[in-house]
């Protein structure tokens, strides 16, 4: 008999790098900029209404893509600053850090953008970011009753992010 | 006996020319350095692929100025200034910000260490053979000759002094 | 840290969880003869299941690119032969090949030679029309609207409409570069 399809949660996540409560916020965004989640655990200064907090969060990854595709060293053509990128396509970035905290940041190249603010003395976080876009998947992704596109409003997706992320930061 | 500054430049270089040879790749890209309110007063390429024409560098200068500022807004804490290490696909940037709003900041090739240090002294020189030299108007392009020469021989220490790990 | 290279198709499908494939089977011609019940136009239903398997594929496309590390999907050509060769394998457990370059490489063929949907099935003389695995075609424009590929997907052979394969021409329309969303409105 021939068997398919199915998943688990794979690869298994990445050894723990700390374990405390080191992590400030995460953003998902969609590539039409809308904020498919924001979770806030540790977050003292609000300087913006949501709203508006998400939206410069977007603006800040798109300009700064933007601006590594132009700036990146090794690559000769690169056409003008601000060129629209095919997604996937030019340097991008993987993280930066502030004396107040580090963002750690991945993009699929279906455009799913997922952001970490964490303590910024965290270590590199590219595999638990995508540990947690496999998450995404499982949670959001495969729920027949989730709207693509929407806010995702799933407590287990929340609860396993919540534990999940205490483990790395 | 020993020897003099000019012959240890001179060693120091022709060490260089040699590591050059083994290590192809420059570990520092450019260098910028942009006034209070984004323009761009300084910029030097040490051959990154593709360098910049003098449009494009002061748009990238004004971009990282602002991205700059909206760093410090999105903050979850309070008392942040600004990104001091972006860990792009293909380069490093690191910058530094003088209390009085100038920022420095170089492209490296990625994982390059020491550049906090390089980026101090490469202030303390532009408050030496820029801020000092009574030509030099505020806030406008550096067009100052000893600036650099001693810049080229600290970045070109501070190649050697990686080699040399 | 080295780039990671995407992962075979044989190394994914052997990690995921199955599900009996007559169980799979049969689901899928219950609909759609369901499909046909409820519509009864040959035509609207091969509609209907492009329309579910579209759907299936922009949530779809996510699940692949998480477990497959593929990292970049720029090059139309790389894109197809990932679909096929991963791709089909992940998800059906059948290899596909890439065939038919058009001279700009916008237009191929990908091949089944196998296709587990299919069992069991005979087209019955009412439902010569019907493209009976039209969900695939689904499934590949969707999941590749969602890399930013606008495709055309049509079927050029049909085992069940007697031809030797199956095949599927996917048609490049245009590559979507990404845009900054928000009107500058505040």
Redesign the interface.
Known sequence: ????????I?PSPPVPTASGNNAHMMYVFN???VCLLYREWNRLLHTLNAQQDH?LM??LL?SLKSLTAKMDPTNAEKGNLGV??????GCSFHSFRTNTYKLSFME?????KIILVTHPRTG?L?ESL?YI??L??EYV??NPLYA?GTPIRSELFNTSLDQYVRTIA | MCMSHQDSIALKLSLIDSEKKRFPMAAIYSLYIINKSGGLIFYKDYGSAGRMDTNDSLRVASLWHSMHVISQQLSPTTGCSGIELLEADTFDLHCFQSLTGTKFFVVCEPGTQHMESLLKDIYELYTDYVLKNPFYEMEMPIRCELFDINLSQAVQKDRVAMLGR | ?APVGPRSGDAI?A????????L?TLTYGATVRQLLTDLEEVEEVNKQLDQMGYNIG??L???F???SN?????DFRETAEVIAKVGFKM???VTATVSNWDADGTCCSIILEDN?LVDFVELPDTCQGLYYCNILSGVIRGALE???MKTEVTWIRDVLRGDDAYELQVKLLK????????KDDE
């Open positions: 008999m021939q068997f398919f399809g199915g998943s688990e794979s590539r039409n900029g939206k977007f603006g798109f629209p990128q095919l997604s996937g396509q699929s190249p279906s455009g799913i590199d590219r995508k876009y496999n995404y998947v992704v495969k693509p | 840290m499908f990690n995921v969880e199955r599900v009996n494939a007559e799979f922009i949530r496309i996510d699940e690119l998480a477990k593929v990292t970049r999907c720029v998800f059906l457990g587990p969602m890399v930013s590559q979507v570069p990404e845009e900054y969303p928000y």
